[in-house]
Every structure is written in C-alpha cells, then in structure tokens.
Nanobody
Framework: QVQLVESGGGLVQPGGSLRLSCAAS????????MSWYRQAPGKERELVAG????????NYANSLKDRFIISRDNAKNTVYLQMHSLKPEDTAVYYC?????????????????WGQGTQVTVSS
C-alpha cells in the first residue's frame, strides 16, 4: 500500500521556521522525483520545490527559493522541506508528491502519489 505521510506542520509566528517531513512507503522511493506543493484557501495548488531521485538537483518557486530548502534521505524514504522566515502568506496545506517521470514535473497531473497534507499556519 502506497503511503506518503506528511508531518511537522503547525502554528508558527511570522519570521519563524518549520521543518516538514514526508515519509514514504509502499513504493521504491529512490526511483521517484519528489516535490512539495501547497494550497491556500481559495487558491490553486502551487509547486513549492522539487528534488530529483538522487537528490542531485532541486528546483523552487522563484518567490520561495531564498527561504525554503528541499532535501531527501533515500535511506529513510523521507523528503524534507525546511522553511525559514515564514510569512502569513505561507499559510497553506503542504503536500508532498511523488512522480515516476524522468524529470521533475511541474504539473500536478504528472505526479503518481500524493500525501494527505499538513497544515502550516503563520500568524502572530
């Protein structure tokens, strides 16, 4: 049974940091490109960051690359998202997603598996 389980979300003050984790099981994690997406209320789901199967290449939404860092540990079947200098506009449900494509997809339809999401709320 394929599972992607996100954790690490919560309430944080503006300027704070959070580290999200996504634990994968039921598929060959190291063979999949992994990404983080987020969806705020009333908005479309947007790509936050992606990382190739080996971890050798990453990409980020332009507006986030100075504050967010994606990484993965294939030995632990886990992908991470370290978020710094959080802003109220970062408030959203954050999802991890896995794709078997040989490139990092941008479109949500190119991902094979999705997690249930973890809520991140940035508020004072």
């Amino acid at each position: 049974q394929v599972q992607l389980v996100e954790s690490g979300g919560g309430l944080v003050q503006p300027g704070g940091s959070l580290r999200l984790s996504c634990a994968a099981s039921g598929f060959s994690f190291s063979s999949y490109e992994m990404s983080w997406y987020r969806q705020a209320p009333g908005k479309e789901r947007e790509l936050v960051a992606g990382i190739t199967r080996t971890g050798g290449s990453t990409n980020y939404a332009n507006s986030l690359k100075d504050r967010f860092i994606i990484s993965r540990d294939n030995a632990k079947n886990t992908v991470y998202l370290q978020m710094h200098s959080l802003k109220p506009e970062d408030t959203a449900v954050y999802y991890c997603a896995a794709s078997k494509r040989i490139y990092l997809p941008a479109a949500t339809g190119e991902y094979d598996y999705w997690g249930q999401g973890t809520q991140v709320t940035v508020s004072s």
